[in-house]
């Protein structure tokens, strides 16, 4: 009975993990692709604008933040503190170098640099975060106060964008950028060790 027990619970860990493998789990997003967290270069002084524009987050999904922790931190903070890069009382700070939100609540979230003077230099994010049904949330006065500020620091539009420039749009294989390789990652490997445990009682 014990083995036969084991054995029915390794064969719905594996189909689990296939669901998930198969396209049921979230994602995971290196903020700013190939560029670490930090004060925008002037060769890109818009990369956190046109960053999340360039992919489809759904709920549920996460976004990674990378800086050398002893140099920066990373303030989820409100739309109006967004607007005025104030500081004082963010919703929640990581400093760790290596930081993880979860988006797991429909509507804007708000992130900026939690050192001083780097907010002022667009070291900042918003994030659109849908509904489960794919539907955004009607933005609020203070989203909207945040989104006329954030445009207003948006520099503007090059008559042509150098060569393998991200679009306003968001692109329709978006999924397919370097950080969706980390797709489901967290869930599957929660999978695995079940897996794993299930199979060694048979032994």
């Given at each position: 009975?014990?083995?036969?027990?084991?054995?029915?619970?390794?064969?719905?860990?594996?189909?689990?993990?296939?669901?998930?493998?198969?396209?049921?789990?979230?994602?995971?997003?290196?903020?700013?692709?190939?560029?670490?967290?930090?004060?925008?270069?002037?060769?890109?002084?818009?990369?956190?604008?046109?960053?999340?524009?360039?992919?489809?987050?759904?709920?549920?999904?996460?976004?990674?933040f990378l800086y050398p922790p002893s140099q920066d931190s990373v303030l989820q903070v409100t739309a109006r503190a967004f607007a005025a890069c104030d500081l004082a009382?963010?919703?929640?700070?990581?400093?760790?170098?290596?930081?993880?939100?979860?988006?797991?609540?429909?509507?804007?979230?708000?992130?900026?640099?939690?050192?001083?003077?780097?907010?002022?230099?667009?070291?900042?994010?918003?994030?659109?975060?849908?509904?489960?049904?794919?539907?955004?949330?009607?933005?609020?006065?203070?989203?909207?106060?945040?989104?006329?500020?954030?445009?207003?620091?948006?520099?503007p539009e090059e008559a042509e964008g150098p060569a393998g420039a991200l679009s306003d749009s968001a692109p329709s294989d978006?999924?397919?950028?370097?950080?969706?390789?980390?797709?489901?990652?967290?869930?599957?490997?929660?999978?695995?060790?079940?897996?794993?445990?299930?199979?060694?009682?048979?032994?």
């Amino acid at each position: 009975m014990r083995v036969r027990a084991a054995l029915a619970s390794a064969v719905a860990a594996a189909a689990v993990l296939l669901a998930l493998v198969g396209g049921g789990g979230c994602a995971m997003y290196k903020v700013g692709d190939l560029d670490a967290w930090g004060v925008p270069p002037a060769s890109k002084p818009d990369v956190y604008v046109r960053w999340p524009k360039s992919i489809h987050f759904a709920l549920g999904d996460s976004i990674w933040f990378l800086y050398p922790p002893s140099q920066d931190s990373v303030l989820q903070v409100t739309a109006r503190a967004f607007a005025a890069c104030d500081l004082a009382n963010p919703v929640q700070k990581l400093a760790d170098g290596n930081s993880v939100f979860n988006l797991t609540t429909p509507g804007r979230v708000y992130y900026t640099s939690g050192a001083p003077g780097h907010c002022h230099k667009g070291q900042k994010l918003t994030i659109d975060v849908p509904m489960a049904n794919g539907t955004h949330v009607p933005p609020s006065a203070d989203d909207l106060a945040a989104i006329a500020h954030a445009a207003a620091d948006e520099p503007p539009e090059e008559a042509e964008g150098p060569a393998g420039a991200l679009s306003d749009s968001a692109p329709s294989d978006a999924h397919h950028s370097p950080s969706s390789a980390l797709r489901a990652v967290a869930g599957a490997g929660s999978v695995l060790a079940a897996a794993a445990v299930s199979f060694a009682l048979l032994v």
